[in-house]
């Protein structure tokens, strides 16, 4: 028998996964989720579990800045020192993105799950041990997710895995290496594999949308093997990652979109055959996220223009979808009218971001940017061609050079791209592999972190240094070497935790590259 679906009204706004971060928040207050009237029903853990996630659209500007920022696909256009300071690598203890507290409230709201909701169970005998199992399981996933930005950002950072209770509580907690860490979020995820949802099948809907929005933008077992492969590609754990990306393939629920209009699909409708987790956002329930604030040059919808795309068309940059001859360039429907705004001649003055801006492919060089009506784009952490370009990754480290051409192969001609792939070995290809995960995930907020990957599993710093020379201009002589000496020590590709964060803890241990 099919469950009815638990849906809370709030100032006449329904439906779970779309109310505001505010609106969700005055659910469960932090102040009173260990008090006498909360934590007596299952309901009040599934509000917990969504106020989790609207803590979690709080942390967005932090991961694409960890992200992405500081990669040689993406220029500041606004100035702001903060976002300066990293897209230039010049990093300092006073920046505002080295602090992380968004992303640990957000770790204490699902660790208030995982801590409380045993004892809800014991209270509601309606409150199955199959339901408990399912939040509990995607309150670790979702944690995981967490720890595992700070993973990738952080040399060493605290692992907390229980709630904050009270101020008598201990708060000046040891940092774990992020290689300690990766082991512990492992552990949580092949505990949450065994339990979490596979879909929401056995629930009944209002209407097959929001049943597409759940399972989209809440933790099934997809999800769950997408973050597997990604930590297991991150400990060089070949064998691993091609375990789980073939548990996503195999599924047979996601398709690689194809064409160039098909392919923006994915970001101006959301929630497409390729999605596998996106962060839900909705204008109609008053919570389009700040996208466009990013993105955008639209004043109607705030429109600043944080971010856009290195714009010299000498730069390798560009030729991630245009090749190296421009006056016959290849065809790539995720480049002009795809990622960026496609220009008339020159690229120099149609660098936006058009996946998130723009409302429909622009083959034909028209501008149709989002509007009031269509700025509510969704936040996408994994979709099928990420996973498809990690296969390709691990088989090539494997040994099984022509598997993973096959399914390079794949990702590049669904979107027009019929370039001959010549390698000479396994990190020639391996390089190849990074160059199309820039093409086809850029401003997805992942880049910094693919080349951390691979620089530090060749054991060569000029994965990183040479692709972000090769993206910037220089008019000073000497300063292009200057800036490949900053980014030449590993240790400097990783943050520093924030002054604040060090004065609070006396146990941290600063990275030692900014002591």
């Known amino acids: 028998m099919k469950k009815h679906i638990y849906v809370y009204f709030l100032s006449g706004i329904a439906a779970l996964l779309f109310f505001s971060c505010e ?15 909360f934590w007596k029903e299952k309901g009040q853990v599934e509000s917990s579990i969504v106020g989790a996630y609207s803590r979690l659209q709080g942390c967005l500007d932090l991961f694409y800045a960890w992200g992405e920022l500081r990669s040689e696909i993406v220029a500041i256009n606004k100035f702001d020192n903060n976002r300066s300071s990293i897209n230039q690598n010049s990093l300092s203890k006073d920046n505002g993105y080295c602090g992380w507290g968004d992303v640990y409230s957000t770790i204490n709201q699902f660790n208030y799950v995982i801590d409380y909701a045993p004892m809800v169970r014991a209270l509601d005998k309606s409150f199955t041990e199959t339901e408990l199992d399912y939040f509990l399981g995607e309150a670790k996933t979702m944690r995981a997710l967490c720890y595992f930005y700070l993973a990738r950002t952080f040399q060493t950072f605290p692992y907390i895995t229980v709630a904050s209770k009270n101020d008598e509580q201990d708060y000046s907690h040891a940092g774990l290496p992020g290689t300690q860490a990766l082991d512990s979020i492992v552990k949580d995820l092949l505990w949450a594999e065994s339990r979490v949802r596979d879909n929401f099948d056995d629930v009944t809907f209002s209407n097959a949308r929001l049943k597409i929005c759940y399972e989209k933008g809440r933790v099934t077992k997809p999800l769950v093997w997408a973050l597997l492969a990604d930590v297991y590609l991150t400990q060089d754990k070949y064998s691993q990652a091609l375990e789980y990306v073939d548990k996503i393939i195999g599924s047979g629920r996601f398709s690689l979109a194809v064409d160039g209009e098909k392919w923006f699909d994915i ?94 492919y622009n083959s034909d060089k028209s501008e149709d940017y989002r509007d009031g009506n269509t700025n509510d784009p969704n936040w996408i952490f994994y979709r099928l061609a990420d996973v498809c370009l990690m296969k390709a990754e691990a088989l090539n480290r494997l040994g099984r ?56 599993r060749q054991d060569n710093v000029e994965v990183i240094s040479q692709r972000l020379t090769a993206a910037r201009y220089y008019t000073s002589t000497g300063s292009e070497g200057y800036y490949k000496a900053k980014v030449s020590d590993p240790l400097s590709w990783y943050f520093p935790i924030h002054k604040s964060e060090m004065d609070k803890n006396p146990n941290l241990v600063q990275n030692p590259y900014y002591k």
């Open 267 to 360: 970001f101006s409708l959301g929630n497409t055959s390729e999605g596998i987790f996106e962060l839900q956002f909705s204008r109609e329930y008053n919570n389009a996220g700040d996208f466009l604030k990013w993105f955008s040059n639209q004043s109607s919808v705030g429109g600043e223009t944080w971010y856009q795309l290195q714009k010299t068309r000498s730069t390798q940059t560009c030729k991630y979808w245009q090749g190296s001859d421009y006056l016959n360039p290849r065809v790539d429907n995720r480049g002009a009218g795809g990622t960026y705004l496609a220009g008339l001649s020159n690229m120099i003055d149609n660098v936006f971001v058009w996946k998130w801006c723009g409302k429909k």
């Open 401 to 456: 050079l022509d598997d993973a051409v096959g399914v390079l192969r794949e990702v590049r001609q669904r979107v027009g791209v019929r370039e001959d792939i010549i390698y000479k070995d396994v990190v020639d290809l391996e390089n190849q592999i990074l160059d199309e995960r820039a093409a086809e995930l850029a401003f997805e907020g992942k880049r910094w972190f693919d080349l951390m990957r691979i620089a530090r």
């Open 23 to 37: 609106k969700m928040l005055d659910v469960t207050p932090e102040d009173r989720v260990t008090g006498n009237n």
